[in-house]
Every structure is written in structure tokens, then in C-alpha cells.
């Protein structure tokens, strides 16, 4: 059973480009995208969906194309969140996502105190992550506890590194899925998807609905896996 579903949206510029649009329409199709996967992931038994929206290398996209992300992140916030609240949505974020600018950041903080009650599916956004900054980040963290004397760096392990991911609290991924046939990672969930299945699709992200979601979660349940063990 899948309980976490990890997915890299991709292919939002490619399903622009084939229609002649410029980019940005396909990211605010992608918009429809999530919101359609968002509402099929409980019914197909998923707990935990985690979502790579922008990640720590996107900076390098033009200022107009990083403005209109953060519009729309904005604006799906704003206008979804009183259904993502009613339907039992818990939204989180991970990434370095406080580091947005100050009013995004107060509309995220406000819509994931407002939802951290509700236990239906756990929606988890990753904004301004890269795995690496995160791991980064966790190691900073462990120095400066054994510099200040908090932390014996003899007792390290791996429960300390994983308390101080962004991800604590979660179960790691069972499977990430990335869309639009690309065959890589781009710094997504580095440590935490050490033994995640991978499901791949050509399916441009604007393009995927619950049904692509369902075949995806049948395809993992075909899956054998191990662990290491046999
Ligand atoms: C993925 O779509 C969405 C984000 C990275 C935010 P892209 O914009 O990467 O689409 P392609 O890869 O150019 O098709
Ligand atoms: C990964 O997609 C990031 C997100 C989906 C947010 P990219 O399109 O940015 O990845 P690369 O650059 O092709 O590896
Ligand atoms: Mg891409």
C-alpha cells in the first residue's frame, strides 16, 4: 500500500509549447492538475502526498516565470484553502519556504496552522527545497547543538539527522513519481527517498488527473520490495 506518494510535477513548459502558449499557461494548468490529484488522493488510500512545486535551483528561471510561481502558489493558497480545510486537508510545506517573501509567507503559516488539525490527507508542498539545502540545513543544526554542548556528537545517528529534516514526523515516501519522462531526482527528497519506488510517466504534469494517479498506484502495488533483505 502507498501511503506516501512523493511527485516531481514536470512538464508544464512542454505542455505550453505544443499548444503554441507561453510557459506560464502551463503552470497555471498544472494548478488543475494538483487540484485534481489533491482530490483523488484520499479515495486511492494515500495519507501523505508530497508535492515538488519550486525547488532551490528554480531561482535560476527568469524573474517573470519565478514571479508568476509565486503568484500562483499564492493564489491557489488564497482560494483553495477553505475546501482543502473542509475536505480534512492538512497542508504543510517543506524547503526553505520561510525564506519567501514575508507575505507568502504569512498566508502559508497562516493555512497550515488553520489545518494542522485535520487527519484526512496530509498535503505537503515543497517550496524552495533541495534536498541537499536540506541536508545542509539538518547538518548545521547537529554542529551547533554539539558546539553549545546540547548534543554528544558520539550519539548521532540516525534518528538525530532525520528529527532535523524538514520532513520529521513523516513516513519517508513510498514511491515518488515524476512526470513528463524525465529520468532524474533534481535534489528531491535525497535522503528520505532511500528506498522509494519509482514510478515514471510521459504524462506531462497538466495533463495528469486521478485516473493517471490510480494507474500509477496500481503500478506500486505490483512492486516487490526488500529493503535490503530478501
Ligand atoms: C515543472 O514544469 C514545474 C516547475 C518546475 C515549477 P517545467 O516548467 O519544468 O516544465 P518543462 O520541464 O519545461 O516542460
Ligand atoms: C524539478 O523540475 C522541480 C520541480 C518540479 C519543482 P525541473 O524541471 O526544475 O527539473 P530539471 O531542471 O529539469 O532537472
Ligand atoms: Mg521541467
Redo the contacts with the bound molecule.
Sequence with gaps: MCRHLAI???GNGRWAKARRLPHIAGHREGVQAVRRVVEAAPGLGLEVLTL????S??WKRPAAEVSDLMGLLKHYVQSEINDLHRNGVRLDFIGDWRALKPDLVALLDAARLRTQGNGRLRLVM?LNYGGQNELLRAAQSLAIAAAAGQLDPATIDLHAIESRLDTAGLPPPDAVLRTSG?L?L?N?LLWQSAYAEFLLTDTLWPDFDGAALARALDEFSRRERRFGGR
Excluded: K, V
Design positions: 516531481i510535477m514536470d515538488y512545486a519550486f525547488s535551483e528554480n515543497a524525465e532524474r533534481s528531491f
